[in-house]
Every structure is written in C-alpha cells, then in structure tokens.
C-alpha cells in the first residue's frame, strides 16, 4: 500500500504539471487565472511551470523566421571567437552586397549604440557609407564624438563622401564630428612624420585612444572605386610589395597576411591612420564586409582578433565556417 500511495502521488503531480503547462502555453491563460481556477497559489503555479520545463513535458522550440540566420551567427561567434555576427541575405540578382550589409549594419547601429560612446570611423567605405545613409535619426544623443581614424583628404570629388560618412553619422547619433586633416596614404615617411607633428592632426590622434567603438571595412588589395576615386589607394608598385610579402588585405590602410598578421611594409610608414595596436584596444570592434572578392581577406582578419562583431553575408557566413 504505501508504494502504491507514493506512485498514486507521483501521477498526481504529472498531472498537475501537465494541466497547468497546457492552461498556460496552449489556452494562453495568465497565471493569475490558472491560481484562480485551480484553487491553487500564483507562486505554485510559477513553480509547476519550471518543473514542466525541467522534466521536458514543455518543451521550447525556437522557429527562425525566412531571412534570420542565427545559427549561422553562433557558429561564427564559436569558430572565431567573436562577441556578435550578423548574417544577411542578400540580392543573388547582381551579386552587389553593399545594400544589404548597409542596411544590416543600419539596423545593428540602431540597437547597440548607447550614450556616450566615442565612433571611430574609417574614411574610404562604400558599405559604411550605405549604412549611414539607412539609418535613422536618434532621438536622444547616443554618441559623444565620431572620429575619422584614417586621413580623410582626397581628391575633391571623393572627399564629399569621406566627409559625409563622418558628418552624417554625427548628426544622426547627435555627437561632433572629428575631421582628420589629412590625406590617409601620404608620398614618404618624412611627410608623414610631419603631418603627424602637425597640432592639429596630433589633437585627432590622441582622440583613438578614447574610442570605445570601431566601423571599419575589411579590404582586398585591390582597391575599393571610392578609395581608388580619392587618390588614397595603395599603387600598383604597392600592391606587387605587399602581395610579394604574403599580404592579403586590410583594415584601414593596415595589412595582414592570410593568418592575419600585420604586414610590415614601406607602405606602412606612410599611412596617416590608426596602428593595429591600437585598434586592437577598442572595445567594440564592427567590420562591414563581404562578398567572394574579400573572402581571404575577412578570414585573415578574423583569425588575428582585427574586429570582434562581423556584419556579412550569408554565402561569405557559409565559406568562412567552412560550408
């Protein structure tokens, strides 16, 4: 008889589990009302609940909606120790990514800026330009300053957008634009080293070690239109040193070979641009990039820690887990 009680009570309490977990997960009852029906207490019913779950009578089962690619994100996350990925669809038509990435990134700005933050802000990048372009004015101040942290002079042309990349994003996160008075690739190390000495290209140098987010894009050795249109692009002669060096992109004027580490080149005296060094110490560090074209050079500045959050697309997502 008392084995018989103790198993009349353990059905007992499976039926209650289950009654409550149906009332509340399949009728949509509130658990006020599941206390007041059964006669039992708001607390019970919040404890029957986790025992539900617990003992796998509820089950979760999460349904990605079509176009969220979360698990693509974690193993991201995993294989490359990231701290967040975001994975978009993009247009198969045209093979263009620069839309969906913008938007993407857009939408990510939108949800993580917070008061306060320090931007720092590559110059040159067609994708980081779409991203400001489909962003929405905060209504709050959500940034203090957003800094160029490669030189932002070129031809007059393509100035116009390095220009409006930084000042649009301050407008839009409600903080103060800081210019870099210079070009980004100068001719010789000498006129780098003046520029630099120069009081008001050092005032905007000091500001790098107060950023506490990074945008940048990931390039290949070939330059991006907008880069090449400034007059800041790497040179054929350039170009066949670096490859020559095992180099396969960069971020902000700095290369990096397939393993991801720093290039040193001639090129590299006579960037007017954040260090890797110092890049490395900001917190947050947001790279916008994808395509076939960049595969290597993303990869590469995964695997040595360049950039810690990942805004891509899905076919580059796929190749870089190795799919």
Not at 8 to 31: F, I, P, S
Not at 141 to 168: C, H, K, N, Y
Request: aromatic letters at 2%.
């Amino acid at each position: 008889m008392p084995v018989t009680g103790v198993r009349t009570a353990g059905a007992e309490q499976l039926r209650m589990l289950a009654k409550v977990a149906r009332m509340y997960h399949e009728q949509g009852m509130r658990q006020p009302e599941i206390a007041a029906q059964l006669n039992i207490s708001q607390p019970r019913v919040s404890r029957l609940l986790k025992e539900a779950a617990t003992r796998g009578i509820v089950r979760t089962v999460v349904v990605l909606p079509p176009g969220v690619h979360i698990e693509l994100e974690e193993q991201l996350q995993q294989r490359y120790g990231l701290r967040d990925a975001v994975v978009v669809d993009t247009d198969g038509s045209n093979g263009d990514v620069i839309p969906a990435l913008g938007a993407a990134a857009a939408v990510y700005l939108d949800a993580t800026l917070k008061g306060g933050d320090v931007i720092g802000i590559s110059s040159w990048s067609e994708t980081l330009l779409a991203a400001v372009d489909a962003m929405h004015p905060k209504h709050t101040q959500v940034a203090d300053r957003v800094v160029q942290i490669v030189g932002g002079v070129g031809s007059p042309e393509a100035q116009v957008q390095a220009t409006r990349l930084t000042g649009r994003l301050a407008e839009l996160t409600g903080a103060r634009p800081v210019f870099v008075p210079s070009p980004g690739l100068v001719g010789t190390p000498a006129i780098r080293r003046a520029l630099t000495q120069d009081d008001a290209v050092a005032a905007v140098m000091a500001q790098w070690k107060e950023l506490t987010v990074a945008l940048v894009g990931i390039g290949s050795l070939e330059p991006s239109p907008l880069l090449l249109q400034s007059g800041n692009a790497v040179a054929a002669a350039d170009q066949d040193e670096l490859r020559a060096l095992g180099a396969v992109g960069d971020v902000c004027l700095r290369f990096f070979d397939d393993h991801g580490r720093p290039v040193k080149s001639r090129l590299d005296q006579r960037v007017v641009g954040i260090t890797s060094a110092d890049l490395r110490t900001i917190e947050r560090r947001v790279a916008v990039a994808g395509g076939e074209q960049k595969l290597s050079a993303i990869r590469a500045a995964l695997l040595n820690d360049w950039v810690n959050v990942l805004i891509t697309d899905v076919d580059t997502a796929e190749r870089l887990i190795g799919k």
